[in-house]
């Protein structure tokens, strides 16, 4: 959702503040809108709509004058998408302009206090009232001001701030919300996220809560609420800037299907040392181990159905009882919860507000919390008691795949680990099991190959109205991904049944001619998912069946796809690859803005 970018140096800071805002489109946002300070006033450009159209109005910010700037993308909560609730917001008199991404609760009542005073409102956000905050506090010092404009707020927020009364700096300053310091040469730049300022610098600092920054272009100062300096150290982002960038590709999301085996690689070989896999992030003892009697696995959307996946996966390997929660569920249920629970939390942006929610909710009630994210000092990673990276790099594709697949890989080591811990894996098998995961992006590259038949498959069927996808076992749980997936991207109706289920009504929704895709990787489970297939091909579905090897049965009932073999544990890493794919090629045929589809975001950061 909502993005930040500020600039401030010897260039004209217009430019590189669209260009910034480009790299931030993928978060997802209904407007934009920069504000530059021309050292006697500030201008704002904003507009309702697809950047671009800011884009027109400023020459791709080259019409903008001025060497210190702030940018936004807004996605709407407070008030419409429109020109006028666009960000920046500037207070009553235009000598402070703010962008702020998060949520002000109590907005209201101040906006009623400072309405009472006089102060004429033009917008309906809530971010508005920190603009006219700031003003009305304003006496002389711009950082006594912030502090005491802080204490008013309740909420969330990343704030970037300029003001005619000190144009020659930018303040910065977060809650909750992510907000990071870029250092360059003679510039320095604020942004929510890294691949803004990617194309600038990769020597960064992050705020932390309560912060402010003060910048100026060849310094930058961070004091606490009490105005005691803090020194920070600088650190090195290791993504690569080549990794926000399409590189060739016509989307972000088929670049990032291609970049699975490295991303899976990257993630799992420094984690198998000698054989074994080692988790030197976690920090429970054996004994620790021991004692939990149940795991909870805590997501939303894609990530949740990683969880799906993990609860299969664990229960059988280890023996331990476990529930895959939606985050957003998991808040409101009054959960049984303890010191006895361990708690998995999986999110690729780690902003994502009901997991990070109910991530503390697990913890105030007691539970060990390991999280799996990809964004590295993201508030769930620094949060959670330990957390496991994926090294997916810059997911920019707002329908997730490599996340996807690099959790699932963590998973896998967080069973091995704790299988060797607790002795539930013989040791043949755990010797088996870790060579056949450290083979798994060599498989991944020849599933890949795939491609051209997915293509073929999604050309036949990228006009139907509703396609289902059914399954047992884990291949339900892989079910649910792929008709996410479609659902995201190519605004097909889709849904994901077990296939067990199917008899007891959803049956009925078949059609002449309704596409179904059948998960059948399991050997064990085939002879009830052929008899699955039989019930939806009599009653005239089209099935696609994604299996193992070249089985002969399932080549009789519909078009198929197959996969190597690997192990059970493993098998969903190759199958999601032709739902990614299937999902994708559709949405290509249908003329779809496969990278950023309509009304979704890739960091849901509002509950
Ligand atoms: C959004 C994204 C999904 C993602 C979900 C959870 O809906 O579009 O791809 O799975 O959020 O995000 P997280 O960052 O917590 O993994």
Redesign the pocket.
């Known amino acids: 959702m909502c993005g930040i970018v500020g600039y401030i140096g010897v260039e004209q800071a217009g430019p590189f503040l669209l260009d910034s805002l480009e790299k931030l489109e993928y978060r997802g946002y209904d407007s934009s809108g920069v504000c530059l300070n021309t050292g006697s006033e500030l201008v704002v450009k904003k507009a309702k709509g697809k950047l671009e159209v800011l884009k027109q109005m400023t020459d791709s910010g080259k019409s903008l004058n001025g060497t210190v700037g702030i940018g936004h993308t807004r996605w709407a909560t407070h008030g419409e998408p429109s020109d006028v609730n666009a960000h920046p917001h500037l207070s009553e008199s235009g000598r402070f302009a703010v962008v702020h991404n998060g949520i002000i609760e109590n907005y209201q009542e101040l906006k009623d206090y400072l309405t009472s005073k006089g102060i004429v409102f033009r917008s309906e956000t809530d971010t508005e009232v920190i603009a006219q905050l700031i003003e009305y506090y304003y006496k002389g010092d711009m950082i006594d001001t912030i502090i005491r404009v802080l204490g008013k707020l309740d909420g969330s927020y990343a704030l970037g701030v300029i003001t005619i009364e000190s144009p020659d700096e930018i303040i910065a300053v977060r809650k909750e919300s992510p907000l990071i310091i870029g250092l360059g040469n003679n510039e320095n730049y604020i942004a929510s996220d890294v691949t803004a300022i990617l194309s600038k610098t990769k020597k960064i600092c992050r705020l932390e809560n309560n912060e402010i920054a003060i910048l100026k272009k060849d310094s930058v100062r961070i004091v606490n609420l009490d105005r005691e300096e803090i020194h920070k150290e600088a650190e090195i982002v290791s993504w690569d800037i080549s990794s926000a960038q399409k590189g060739g590709y016509e989307h972000f999301m088929f670049k990032e299907i291609m970049e699975q085996p490295k991303a899976i690689s990257e993630t799992i070989t420094p984690r198998i040392k000698n054989g074994r896999v080692v988790l030197d992030e976690i920090s429970l003892s054996d004994d620790d181990i021991k004692k939990f009697n149940k795991i909870n696995v805590l997501?939303?959307?894609?990530?949740y159905h990683v969880g799906v996946v993990a609860k299969y996966i664990f229960e059988k390997m280890l023996r331990i009882p476990v529930e895959a929660d939606l985050a957003s569920e998991f808040r409101y249920r009054d959960p049984i919860v303890n010191d006895k629970t361990l708690t998995i939390v999986?999110?690729?942006?780690?902003?994502?507000a009901d997991?990070k929610e109910a991530m503390k909710e697990a913890r105030r009630r007691g539970s060990h919390i390991i999280s799996i994210v990809n964004v590295v000092g993201s508030a769930i990673a620094v949060e959670s008691n330990d957390v496991i990276y994926t090294w997916a790099g810059p997911e920019i594709a707002?329908?997730?795949t490599k996340?996807y697949s690099t959790q699932l890989s963590v998973i896998y080591l967080i069973a091995l680990y704790f299988g060797e811990k607790l002795g539930r894996i013989p040791a043949a098998e755990y010797k088996a099991l870790v060579n056949e995961l450290e083979q798994l992006p060599r498989k991944i590259t020849q599933v890949l190959e795939c491609k051209e038949r997915v293509q073929y498959l999604a050309s036949k069927y990228f006009n139907s109205k509703d396609i289902f996808f059914i399954g047992r076992n884990i291949d339900y749980a892989l079910s649910l991904e792929g008709s996410l997936k479609l659902k995201?991207i190519s605004y097909i109706h889709s849904e994901a049944y077990a296939a067990g289920e199917l008899k007891h009504g959803t049956i009925s929704l078949i059609e002449d001619g309704t596409p179904v895709i059948a998960l059948a990787t399991h050997e064990e489970l085939i002879p009830k998912m052929v008899s699955n297939i039989e019930e939806v091909n009599t009653r005239g579905a089209q099935v696609i069946c994604i299996a193992c090897d070249d089985h002969p049965e399932l080549k009789k009932l519909g078009e198929t796809i197959f996969i190597p073999k690997v192990c059970d544990m493993l098998l969903p890493s190759l199958a999601v690859i032709p739902l990614q794919l299937f999902a994708y090629y559709i949405a290509s045929l249908k003329g779809c803005d496969i990278d950023k589809p309509r009304n979704?975001?890739?960091?849901?950061t509002v509950e």
């Open positions: 997501a939303c959307g894609s990530a999986i999110s690729q942006s780690g902003e994502t997991t707002v329908a997730t996340a995201e979704l975001a890739k960091s849901v």
